[in-house]
Nanobody
Framework: QLVESGGGLVQAGGSLRLSCAAS??????????MGWFRQAPGKERDFVAA????????YYADSVKGRFTISRDTANNMVYLQMDNLKLEDTAVYYC????????????????WGQGTQVTVSS
């Protein structure tokens, strides 16, 4: 029900924009929270950013604050992650997720996940 796109290979200092589309059957409601997580090889899946669908309040991991921006398009059930000034350590598979219960930063608080999109930052 969630499909990510926009990943790829980019040089350090560059930018990428990830998109996440929710299917019609998986409509996003105002009480939901949409989040982005990432997982590097051999590491746990970590919180990156989240947005409360109804009011638009945003939350970020300290490691990406000031460089990444999460946004939403409520009319089209789309979530975006604009990533600027990318660093080598941002290399990971990025996942879009939905929390139906208002969770924010914990993987266990999210109910639905996309398949992930690879982001690779090179030097």
């Amino acid at each position: 029900q969630l499909v990510e796109s926009g990943g790829g290979l980019v040089q350090a200092g560059g930018s990428l924009r990830l998109s996440c589309a929710a299917s019609v059957s998986g409509r996003i409601f105002s009480s939901h929270v949409m989040g982005w997580f990432r997982q590097a090889p051999g590491k746990e899946r970590d919180f990156v950013a989240a947005i409360r669908w109804g009011v638009g309040t945003t939350y970020y991991a300290d490691s990406v604050k000031g460089r990444f921006t999460i946004s939403r398009d409520t009319a089209n059930n789309m979530v975006y992650l604009q990533m600027d000034n990318l660093k080598l350590e941002d290399t990971a598979v990025y996942y879009c997720a939905r929390s139906r219960t208002g969770g924010l930063r914990r993987v266990a608080e999210y109910n639905d996940w996309g398949q992930g999109t690879q982001v690779t930052v090179s030097s």
